[in-house]
């Protein structure tokens, strides 16, 4: 026993002193009903959120005329854009296809229900017009010239499509009259509904209320408890630094969390994958959503621990001075929704983990920003339907809850540089606060 | 910063040696005061080897010294070494020490041979190591039948003697006891002793605080009596309570006819007082304890009285404490 240490590899190492720790502290979370109800908590919130996703995407989504033309104006059997395209008069009963030779059979006012979808959505980045007129009636014989490019840039029938700079957006798209003007809602809501639940279950079902509330119940206590217990004696009176004891409380805590998180990425994962809208029976492509999330939550969880088991070590009621910090970055997630560049958020946690998601969000989904900007502009009649409706805007629905949480990085890098360079603010956060709360118990004197 | 793989502790410590000149517990002026409230003041001891009883009332000191050799507190002045080592500031001189803390509470989910196999590993004990290690100590303090018992089901004098077996793991040279027999039942007192005993004999340096005299006697002679946090005496239990003799003490010895005894005691030069409390017991009062001491147990054999017990029921810490503080105490 007296030998100084043996040369062990990096594994043997590790198993002893600090893996001691940390298997004690897993096997301590095991045996803790606290952690059980922690995590039921948890898990059945999440549960909630996801269960009101199945639900919109089992719902309907009611097909809008946007362009009114189903409707058959003169009685005469004929749908006013049937008789458009064939140039009969659409408010006359006595003119139709029918009275040509031969007759041209009516179409069902269905087939002229969100007949001419949007045709832009895989736009390449720089290109500045996209569209089709797949109905034909912006591309009709008797047109002026003037009316088939009423947006002036010498291509018929098109949308002009500007990306701001400046501002970072897509600017409102610029159509010639009745291009891509009745698009399909459905295709276009679950779409929407699907990413926008990914960005929000990611962002604040993961990132915020496990990433901090996860840590603030199960971490504060790491060190505290023991400490209040008196039972951290038995691991002072050994030959372990307690910057050492502070790790492998954390690393332990995280052994029980990130496998949870996972867990929870996983279930919800594919559930959304199966019940999300596409032609495949599962969304593989959402994958690296998913990957992000789970990456960015783990990093929080890791970020957090670190912060509240310092915080407890500092003093008997930590939680409180837990909660300060997490009302701060309450404060800050909901900044990064409303003003995503701020540079405030750098001084936050949860600006950096939801980086991650938004960056991720632009890889998975390249055309993210064009695809909001389309429906945002609905097509120029309205989600309402033709004649108003009653709206005030002429956005898609999900539209706007996808606009309200997708969020610009703020960093003005690519999304993969974003990913990894919040991932080393991340950790060097960590690596901080591992300093900070093991100055502070290394200081502390326990009686 | 990467952690520190090889677990011995922080960077100075990888190669660390014991200070094979340096006693094993060396104190130097150490006081400790929380505010105005000093729990020990100018402390100076060296302890190598062999039992040492700290012996003091409740609030003495004794679990703040303890707590200064374990590391866990700062002293306010003064230097504490362990093997040469400064504990507060290097965990590494643990790899030689065990420590029973005088802390209730254990993990009460684990099992005596899980939570002394765990433990032993921040030893730096490898999993087999650790196991092995923990069935030798358990079997040192006789719990090897019940070791896989989850320790909530444990009575306290079989917890007491299982922090006793985690103490024990890695053989260490220094070994601190924080009132182990508290609480205990007597069976456990009697293991927990003659365990104390055999690590004395083995060579160890042991430290056994404790608020009751008997129970010290009982296990060593070697004494450190704290009183208000400071140093009252140091030394062998015998010397101290011989200096006592030529103070006034009570003997009370329990006999058939207490009357008769007492005529043949009375003309004892030191005898200078006689009291019956009851009629199988008789009390006397004596200037000079070791000479009635000496020539009581002839006199007893030569007269055939049925003598029962002798008690001397001053002969406990707080007289010890009252003759030392030259009646100042309590």
Redesign the interface.
Known sequence: ?MS??KK?N?F??????????T??TM??YR?KLSTWVILGVGFIAISIVVLFYVDSMQQEIEAIDNDGDSADWDGDGYPTGQERIYGTDPENPESHPGTFTPPIAPDAPEKWINEDDFDWDLAASGDTTAGYDDDGDCRLADSTQSQKDNNRNNIECDIILDYDEMRGEWSEPNSDRLVDEDPDEEKYAKEAIHRAFLLAIGKMGFVFLLGIFLPLFLATGLIREEMD???I????????????IF?GRIVGYLGIVWPYIIAMGAIVGIISGFAGPGESLFRFADLGMWMAIIFATMLATLVYGMLFCALGTLWKRGIILALPFAAWELGMAILSFNAPTSSILRFSVIGWSLNIIDAASLVVWPNMALFISMGMWGGGYGGGGYGGGGRWDNSLEGAGALSAFASDTGLGISPIATIVVSTLVLLFQA?IL??VGSAIFKGK??? | MMPDLQQVGEGETQQWAPNITAPVVLLENVSKSYGKIHALSEITLALSGGVTGILGSNGAGKSTLFNLLMGKLKPSSGSIKLFGTDPWKNPAPYARVGFVPEHEKMHDWMTAHGFVSLFARLNGLTREEAKSEADRVLNFVGLTDVAHKQLGRYSKGMRQRVKIAHALVNDPELIVLDEPLQGCDPLARTTIMNVIRELGKMGRTVLVSSHILHEIERITEQIVILHNGRLLALGNLHTIREKMDNIPHTISIGCENPKELAKDIINNDAVYGISFPSGDRLQIQTHNLNAVHRELPALIVANGHKVSSIDNPDDDLESILKYLTGGLAR
């Open positions: 026993m100084p240490p062990d990096v043997r190492a590790l198993d002893r002193k600090l893996g001691a720790v298997e004690f096997r301590q045996t217990n008196s039972t004696h038995f691991m002072l009176a050994k030959p372990i630094a307690r910057r050492d790790l690596a591992w300093l004197e326990i009686e």
